[in-house]
């Protein structure tokens, strides 16, 4: 069992950064792999980054590439969302979600997969 609690969120304007955690509790946050989605207003929740169990691979979603980093502290047992050059379009709940790391060969970039997950937090980026 995971329990995961975000936090970080707030508002912005357009251009800035800011930074999500996710604190994990339990003492397997090693095993697992993470995850970011967000979710907007009568959107579907989306895959934004995801890194694996090992930290040795990360992935983006083509509209945060470049702009969003995605790491993790297994001692601190927290990942972490940095994001830069922020738009209006990102604004969203941000969650994170732990999935078994050792399950997948490939970080699952879809929400199926992930067993655990936060209560999200508020991003909005105004113009």
């Known amino acids: 069992q995971v329990q995961l609690v975000e936090s970080g969120g707030g508002l912005v304007q357009a251009g800035d950064s800011l930074r999500l955690s996710c604190a994990a509790s339990g003492r397997t946050f090693s095993s697992y792999s993470m995850g970011w989605f967000r979710q907007a207003p009568g959107k579907e929740r989306e895959f934004v980054a995801a890194?694996?169990?090992?930290?040795?691979?990360?992935y983006y979603a083509d509209s945060v590439k470049g702009r969003f980093t995605i790491s993790r502290d297994n001692a601190k047992n927290t990942v972490y969302l940095q994001m830069n050059s922020l738009k209006p379009e990102d604004t969203a709940v941000y969650y994170c979600?732990?999935?078994?790391?050792?399950?997948?060969?490939?970080?699952?970039?879809?929400?199926?997969?992930?067993?655990?997950w936060g209560q999200g937090t508020q991003v909005t980026v105004s113009l």
């Open positions: 979600a732990a999935t078994p790391g050792r399950s997948w060969t490939i970080v699952p970039v879809t929400t199926t997969p992930y067993l655990y």
């Open positions: 890194i694996s169990w090992t930290g040795a691979n990360t």
